[in-house]
């Protein structure tokens, strides 16, 4: 996100939004900061076994039954269906968010994570990704965050690189990041507005 945005006065869990506007748009775009824990919801620490799964562009119809179930078990407070249908209204435009979308990953029938981005025009930022609790640790975040790069990879240059925030904190989801791929390349003072901790703005920009 952008710092000089960082002014999130909407109510936490957004179930009184009325009317919208732009301070609301920056305000979902960025609640999972909000959210009290990890932005990433599956380290891959134990990478003894890899469950092959399915990635594929999420459909908000299909896959929001199964995008929220992972939301409510992952984040505390969770998202509601009616944030992920403003979040991803592809009809959503505006200067600093364009083209939010996401992708879902399948093992046999049932969604097991997913990731939620803004596509600009020479980046991706990541806004959210998360793996089901029973499916942790088993490389499925890898294999999305390799879904996401194959898409960078695809733009021939027209998207330079990934990035994303993370807390100070969160080791566990830098260690992840750092084992896609990810660097370090500057710390945001100051930068969440329900503790005082920084963040790291981390990319991954291909060679």
Known sequence: MFVKFKFYTIDNNLNQRKNFNYV????????IFYQGGSIMKETDKTQQKRIAVRIRTLNLERDLPGILKIERESFKPPLTKEDFIFLLDSNFRCPYHHYPSGMVAYYEDELVGF??????KTYINIL??????????NGIGSQIIEGLIAKLNKSKKRLKFIKLNVRESDLAAQLFFRH??????????????DTPEDAYLMVYSPK
């Open 115 to 120: 990731i939620i981005y803004n596509i600009h």
């Open 180 to 193: 896609c791929g990810f660097r370090a390349i500057s710390i945001i003072p100051n930068f969440f507005n």
């Open 128 to 137: 959210i990704i998360a793996v089901g609790i029973r499916w942790r640790h």
């Open 24 to 31: 609301n748009i920056i305000t979902i775009c960025s609640l």
